[in-house]
Each structure stands twice: as C-alpha cells, then as structure tokens.
C-alpha cells in the first residue's frame, strides 16, 4: 500500500467494519493504524499457528552421541544456507560427531554448490521439501535447529522446531 496507494483506493474498502485485524508483529500495528484508519483497540498481534498434534515433544529420539543439526527452508542465498554448508568443515573439526542436514527444494546446481562449500563432507544431508508429519518426525532426531536467514527473523518452521524440544538458533533480526 505504502509502495502502490492506487491498489488501496481500488480494492481495499470497508476495513473500519472489521470487528478485529490480526497482524504478526507489533511494528505492524502502528502501520495498519495509520494506512487504514484502525483503532489499535482492534489490531491483535497473532503469531504463526502450527498443529501441536504433530509438532511436539511426543517420541522424541534421545541424543545418541551425534549431535544434529537441521535447517529447513528455501533453498537461496538470502536464507544463509550456503554459508551455513561452509560451516560443516569448521564445526566437524571441533566436533567430529555432528552432522547438518537441509531440508528444502534444491536444484542440482545448487545441491552441488552446497556440497562443495561444505568441502565435499558426508556429514551433510540435503532432502527435498517435507510433508507435515514427515517433517515433525524428522525435526524429533535432530538436536538444533538454525535459521541464518538475513531478513526472516523466526520462520514458523522455527517455532515447530522449537516445539519438538530443539534449540533454535537464528540470526539476531528484530521480530
């Protein structure tokens, strides 16, 4: 709206009639209240939902000794997970038995980018996009979860993470 105001006046109309207006973080409210004339008194901050029936600490796999790592996402550079992969050598040097696997769609090209930074580690473990249960099967093996996005402050993949008992480690973005 702020970017293209002719798209307010076209097609955004009768919000001052909405009982309540849900946003995702507080710096929202402020900004819904001035573009759209909303009284704070109706804008309630709402988180990300998940389905605790899946993501929860129910048969959680004990740490075993190997201490894993996961990020799940999209596959781009504004994610950080391809300098995540270049961290795999430094982490195993220190910790040798740790492994780092990446949950995401990743074209050849970029698998193989991943690979290389991660020098080639067998360490690594890249797979494809998951179903919801597959994913919160998966999340209870792992032990920390890490999301060095650049502009995503805590992804609603994080707060599953998080609710399947991982630590989450994530880079210091307001949000």
């Given at each position: 709206i702020k970017?293209?105001?002719?798209?307010?006046?076209?097609?955004?109309?009768?919000?001052d009639k909405l009982h309540t207006v849900f946003t995702v973080t507080p710096k929202d409210c402020s900004a819904i209240e001035?573009?759209?004339?909303?009284?704070?008194?109706?804008?309630?901050?709402?988180?990300?939902?998940f389905d605790p029936r899946l993501f929860n600490t129910e048969n959680r796999r004990s740490f075993d000794g190997t201490c894993r790592l996961v990020y799940a996402g999209k596959i781009s550079e504004s994610k950080g997970?391809?300098?995540?992969?270049?961290?795999?050598?430094?982490?195993?040097?220190?910790y040798p038995h740790t492994e780092?696997?990446?949950i995401g769609n990743a074209t050849d090209d970029q698998k193989a980018q991943l690979y290389q930074n991660a020098h080639g580690s067998d360490?690594?473990?890249?797979?494809?996009?998951?179903?919801?249960r597959d994913m919160s099967a998966l999340l209870k093996t792992m032990n920390i979860f890490i999301l060095p996005s650049y502009y995503e402050?805590?992804?609603?993949?994080?707060?599953?993470?998080?609710?399947?008992?991982?630590?989450?480690?994530t880079t210091e973005i307001e949000g």
């Amino acid at each position: 709206i702020k970017r293209h105001p002719h798209l307010k006046e076209r097609y955004i109309h009768n919000l001052d009639k909405l009982h309540t207006v849900f946003t995702v973080t507080p710096k929202d409210c402020s900004a819904i209240e001035a573009l759209f004339a909303i009284p704070k008194e109706r804008i309630r901050i709402s988180g990300g939902g998940f389905d605790p029936r899946l993501f929860n600490t129910e048969n959680r796999r004990s740490f075993d000794g190997t201490c894993r790592l996961v990020y799940a996402g999209k596959i781009s550079e504004s994610k950080g997970v391809f300098e995540l992969a270049k961290t795999v050598p430094l982490i195993l040097k220190h910790y040798p038995h740790t492994e780092l696997t990446i949950i995401g769609n990743a074209t050849d090209d970029q698998k193989a980018q991943l690979y290389q930074n991660a020098h080639g580690s067998d360490r690594l473990k890249i797979c494809n996009a998951l179903t919801q249960r597959d994913m919160s099967a998966l999340l209870k093996t792992m032990n920390i979860f890490i999301l060095p996005s650049y502009y995503e402050a805590l992804g609603l993949v994080a707060v599953e993470a998080l609710a399947c008992g991982l630590f989450a480690v994530t880079t210091e973005i307001e949000g």
